[in-house]
């Protein structure tokens, strides 16, 4: 991992960050895991400071490997992900969406 640079500052943060399906439930299939793979791009090519080394799926939970700089607060940054990804999934998988009613 290569060391990242802001006006004032050089950084080198990278996280580890977990998250489950709503009541664990096993919908993260191959074809939603492009869905959602696709979208999590989508949403860091709108913050340019962030960077995504990994991701990986099971079939309940989501593994990211992600580069935050110290200017994102790391809650915001996991928010923004989980929420746009979810509302993606979500409109583009019908079965999903009427899980979480």
């Known amino acids: 991992m290569k060391i990242q640079r802001l006006n004032h500052s050089a950084y080198r943060h990278q996280y580890h960050v977990v998250w489950g399906t709503k009541h664990r439930r096993r919908w993260l299939k191959a074809y939603v895991k492009e869905e959602l793979i696709t979208s999590l791009y989508s949403t860091i090519?709108?913050?340019?400071?962030?960077?995504?080394?990994?991701?990986?799926t099971d079939e309940d939970h989501v593994h990211l490997q992600i580069c935050i700089p110290p200017n994102i607060a790391v809650s915001d940054a996991v928010c923004k992900l989980k929420s746009n990804s979810s509302r993606h999934i979500q409109k583009h998988f019908k079965f999903i969406q009427d899980m979480y009613i």
């Open 45 to 56: 090519k709108k913050y340019p400071t962030l960077f995504l080394h990994a991701i990986n």
